[in-house]
């Protein structure tokens, strides 16, 4: 069912897959995380498909499974910046929590939600697991020229307003703040499964297997024979996820 939640001010549009027979005891559920908009739509189609992939999982899991969108990306209220989306993260988490009949909260990201998925399990104990496909190790790319990538946030739409925002220098600082190479290690011993394409042009796979060295090796690495960057197309990383999801402890 399609649903909204506040983060701070901006409401949030999400999606939530409810598994098709649900019973009455407590269920699991999966926080399900998009990446930065990309392609011709831009923002404006950001994560279109990432409900049906909750609906997916949910009917193979018996788990429920929220998909949202991130501040300015689908029909989202507010401007991104990436401590924003972080703050996006803890309150769908928060939201998934408060709903009824809840057994613990997992995380699962795509590219940059991966690697936000990351720094919000190490902040956040409540997170049970985490799971990516395809997330960078840093964000020191976007970092490298701030304003250059702001120009880019709204050839794509994710920042709206001309006078977003205030102070361009403190916004670009957020991607040498938010480090997920360095908050790796705060996930385990919670399960942590570190997904990429071998093919992956947008993000080497070299930052996979940072992620799993910096976490200390306790992670499950997977290497997807000829993927690309989109992994949640590839049936063998949703299958890998799945088989993820179901070997987890609830209780």
């Not at 998009?34 to 498909?49: C, E, N, W």
């Not at 018996?62 to 924003?84: I, K, T, Y």
């Not at 490298?144 to 205030?166: E, I, K, M, S």
Request: hydrophobic letters at 45%; a negative charge; proline letters at 7%.
């Amino acid at each position: 069912m399609d649903t909204s939640f506040e983060s701070g001010g901006p409401r949030l549009a999400a999606h939530l897959a409810q598994p098709a027979r649900a019973g009455s005891g407590p269920r699991p559920a999966l926080v399900l995380c998009h990446g930065f908009p990309a392609g011709p739509g831009g923002a404006a189609t950001s994560a279109q498909t990432y409900p049906d992939l909750a609906d997916q999982l949910a009917v193979e899991t018996g788990w429920a499974v929220l998909a949202f969108n991130f501040r300015g990306a689908g029909d989202s209220e507010g401007e991104f910046s990436l401590q924003g989306w972080l703050d996006d993260l803890q309150s769908a988490v928060a939201y998934v929590e408060s709903l009824p009949r809840t057994a613990g909260v997992w995380l699962a990201g795509s590219s940059a939600g991966g690697a936000l998925a990351i720094c919000a399990a190490a902040a956040n104990d409540g997170v049970h697991g985490v799971a990516t496909l395809a997330a960078p190790a840093e964000f020191d790319s976007w970092a490298n020229d701030g304003r250059a990538f702001l120009r880019h946030c709204r050839q794509v739409g994710v920042v709206r307003t001309a006078a977003y925002p205030p102070d361009v220098d403190a916004w670009a600082r957020e991607f040498k703040e938010i480090q997920p190479l360095t908050s790796v290690a705060d996930v385990p011993p919670r399960p942590l499964l570190v997904m990429h394409g071998a093919q992956d042009t947008v993000v080497p796979v070299s930052d996979a297997r940072a992620l799993v060295d910096a976490a200390g090796g306790r992670a499950d690495l997977r290497v997807i024979v000829g993927g690309g960057h989109r992994l949640r197309h590839d049936p063998r990383a949703v299958a890998a996820l799945i088989g993820w999801m179901e070997r987890q402890e609830v209780g």
